[in-house]
């Protein structure tokens, strides 16, 4: 076990401590489910989902097992520029030690190096993700099928007019077939991925119709947390795990048919 690795103790309950970063200006297009997917998953996991809402100058949780954040417009994310600098040397700590981090649209944008809007001003990033972003007047709208070695196939939907591009070495969340969708809508590549940081234009919300990425988070938090991830589902938790992904199923099926 790491020094961040503790083992409960028999009958103790099993806490993941999940951040929900900046809700208040980064959570557009149903990105919210994907905090609730997680609670609810690692529920039915067996576990003690724990939620910290941290928006602007709050006090940073003592105990941190996993962070989402959702998408916001330009304003947002200049709104939450500095107090996201501030934090950026725990953020850079916590992804350099494993934690798991799902960072969508906007929040993708800030964890890479900058990003510069259609007006020509710059919005300085926390460099977690090796990429840059550059505003256009196109955007990239619509249902978003790619395809991932780890995932398989990723159902999401993209509102975005920045172009991001994968610096050297960096590996995409996925890719795309087609022109004009994805990261830049040039070189068919979506998202990116850094140690258990996975960042990406996907909204709809994201995990619900995507499962495998929901429990590679869950699972990864618990094994740095406890040294194992270990689900232990009741009867009834597992019928409730059996629903909640045959209706991704069903969602994902829906969306690959619509056109973009």
């Known amino acids: 076990m790491t020094s961040e690795q503790t083992s409960p103790t028999q009958g103790a309950p099993r806490v993941l401590d ?22 609810r998953r690692a529920q039915l996991y067996g576990y003690q989902p724990v939620l910290h809402a941290y928006n602007q100058g709050d006090p940073w949780p003592e105990q941190v097992d996993m962070i989402i954040g959702g998408g916001g417009q330009d304003k947002g994310q ?32 800030l964890f890479g190096d900058y990003f510069e809007t259609a007006t020509g001003e710059r919005i300085q990033g926390i460099g977690i993700l090796g990429v840059h972003t550059t505003g256009q007047d196109t955007r990239m709208i619509g249902n ?13 939907y993209e509102n975005h007019s920045g172009q991001t591009v994968l610096h050297a070495g960096v590996e995409p969340l996925g890719r795309v077939d087609h022109d004009g969708m994805g990261n830049n809508g040039q070189d068919h590549t979506e998202g990116a991925r850094l140690h258990n940081v996975i960042g990406t234009y996907m909204h709809g919300s994201l995990l619900p119709k995507n499962p495998r990425i929901a429990d590679f988070l869950i699972g990864q938090a618990a094994r740095r947390r406890y040294g194992e991830f270990r689900p232990l589902s009741d009867a009834n938790g597992k019928r409730e795990l059996e ?18």
Do not use: W
């Open 18 to 39: 999940i951040v929900s970063l900046y809700p208040n200006d980064m959570n557009i297009y149903g990105d919210s489910g994907n905090v609730l997917t997680i609670m």
């Open 78 to 109: 200049s709104a939450i520029q500095d107090d996201l600098y501030m934090r950026a040397p725990q953020l850079q700590a916590l992804a350099q030690d494993g934690v798991p981090m799902l960072m969508i649209c906007g929040l993708y944008q």
């Open 144 to 156: 978003v099928v790619e395809h991932s070695d780890e995932f398989g196939d990723i159902v999401g």
């Open 243 to 260: 629903r909640l992904n045959t209706l991704a199923e069903q969602a994902r099926h829906v969306a690959m048919k619509r056109p973009r």
